[in-house]
Every structure is written in structure tokens, then in C-alpha cells.
């Protein structure tokens, strides 16, 4: 484990984890579990500006633990038609992954706020029990 931290206790800066693929759970205080994969470390690439544009591959996904296990990947054959590579975004007030409409996750900067909605990118529903939710718990796993 990287990061484990309740509420207003870290800034999103500690998921700027380089060279690393993780793993980001996610508990709302509704009880809710969320979670994301991305086998690019979010924050500051040199050859992404921060407040630029997404970047990542399409090796990231979505899952939801609760109220029972689900996982969105992107949808590549679709994305052949449709251009859709809003994988992950980082900017200085919150993280996100996917895009269009909604962000599939996005956790404000100081990591006590976040909301989920319908992402095309992954084909994913809301993933907490409602679009804008109170953040709970966070865990950072990383993996090599």
C-alpha cells in the first residue's frame, strides 16, 4: 500500500506516484466503494502539461466493490468509430478518470469531495450512489 487516508487528512499530489501502475479505492460515506486501475502515474508529465489535456492508454478501467463487484473497461471497438481517449486528467483542483459526458471518478484536491457519473469512455454508470459524494476513505496500491 502506498496511501491510506481518511478524510481532509492528504492533498491528490500524493497520487502523483511515478513509474508505478496503481490500484485507487475509494469508500463514500454512503458506504459505496469505487475504485480505479491506471497503469500511468497521475500528475505532472513532462510531455503532458498538467492542465493540458488526458493522457493514459486504454489499459485503465473502472470497477465498483460495492454493492457488488463490476468493471468498465474502455470500449475499444466502439472507440474505433467515435474518438475516445479521455483515460486520465490532473489538474492543480482535482484528478479524474473518463470522460463524456461525465467523469466515470473525479476526486477534488484535498481528497474530502467527489462525484461520478456516466462515462462514455468506459461505458460506465454512476459508480457511488450518487453523482456528487463525500469521500470517506482512500487507498493508493501500487504495483511495480
Known sequence: MLHCAGRSTVSHMHFCVRGS???CLIRATGLRC???WCNVSFGMHAETPYFCRYYGTGECFVFQLQPQ?????????KMQQTKNDYFQF??????????GPHYA??????LSMGSSGTSSTFGSPCLASQEEFQIG????????
Do not use: F, H, N, S
Open 105 to 110: 471518478i473525479r476526486l477534488d484536491a484535498d
Open 34 to 36: 469505487a475504485a480505479l
Open 137 to 144: 476513505k482512500v487507498e493508493l496500491w501500487g504495483l511495480g
Open 90 to 99: 490532473g489538474t492543480p483542483e482535482a484528478l479524474a478518470m473518463g470522460g
Open 69 to 77: 463487484l463490476l468493471c468498465w473497461r474502455w470500449w475499444q471497438k
Open 21 to 23: 501502475q496503481a490500484a
